[in-house]
C-alpha cells in the first residue's frame, strides 16, 4: 500500500467524524455525566498511550509505514477525543473558562472555511514562494504564519461577503 494514500481514502477521516457523532449522541443521552466523562477520558487516553507505545515498535511514529498510515490517525483521534469528553464535561470550570473569548468564538465561527482552504494556501505558498527557500526549520515556521494568516483573511472574507449574506436570504427565503 502506497502511504501518501492515506490522504485520499475517506475512511480516514470518516473515522473521525464517526468520533465526533458519537461523543454528541453521547453528551445527549441520560448516561451522560462528569463522573463517566472522566472514566470514558481515561479509557481513551489509554487506548492513545497503549497504541503509541505498541504501535512505536511496529513503525507507527515513522512517515512512510504500512502501521503508521493504518494507524496515525486513529491514534490522533483517541487523544483528541479525550480532550473533548473532559471538556464537555467540565463546562463552566475554570478548565474551559477561556473558551468564550471571541478570537475562540471567531476561530470556532471560521474554523471550516480554514479546514477547506488551507491546503490551498499551503500549496499555493509552495509554487509561488516555498520552492527558492531552503527547508529549514524557520522556513517551515514562515509558511505555517503564513498559511494561518491566510487562511483566517480568506475566513473572513468568505464569512463576510459569501456565508452571511446567503443566511440573511435563506432566512427571508424561508422563514422558521
Same mark, same amino acid.
Request: glycine share 6%; with cysteine; hydrophobic share 55%.
Given at each position: ?5 492515506i ?7 470518516c473515522? +473521525? ?13 441520560s ?23 505498541? +504501535? ?5 511514529? +515513522?512517515?512512510m ?15 483528541f477525543?479525550?480532550?473533548?469528553v473532559?471538556f464537555?464535561?467540565h ?14 468564538q471567531?476561530? +470556532? ?13 499551503g500549496?499555493?505558498y ?23 494568516a ?27
Amino acid at each position: 500500500m502506497n502511504p501518501l494514500v492515506i490522504y485520499e481514502l475517506s475512511w480516514f477521516r470518516c473515522d +473521525g467524524l464517526a468520533v465526533g457523532a458519537l461523543i454528541a449522541i453521547w453528551v445527549r443521552s441520560s448516561y451522560f455525566s462528569a463522573k463517566v466523562s472522566r472514566r470514558i477520558t481515561r479509557i481513551l487516553v489509554t487506548a492513545s498511550a497503549l497504541l503509541t507505545i505498541i +504501535g512505536s515498535r511496529f513503525g507507527l511514529l +515513522g512517515t512512510m509505514t504500512t502501521i503508521g498510515v493504518a494507524f496515525r490517525y486513529t491514534q490522533a483521534y483517541l487523544f483528541f477525543a479525550a480532550g473533548f469528553v473532559l471538556f464537555i464535561a467540565h463546562a463552566g470550570s475554570p478548565w474551559t473558562a477561556p473558551l468564550p473569548w471571541k478570537f475562540l468564538q471567531l476561530s +470556532g465561527a471560521l474554523s471550516y472555511c480554514i479546514y477547506l482552504v488551507h491546503l490551498s494556501i499551503g500549496d499555493a505558498y509552495e509554487i509561488l514562494i516555498g520552492r527558492y527557500h531552503e527547508k529549514t526549520m524557520f522556513a517551515a515556521w514562515v509558511r505555517t504564519v503564513v498559511m494561518i494568516a491566510a487562511s483566517f483573511a480568506v475566513a473572513l472574507v468568505s464569512k463576510r461577503f459569501l456565508e452571511d449574506p446567503c443566511l440573511r436570504l435563506k432566512d427571508r427565503l424561508w422563514p422558521v
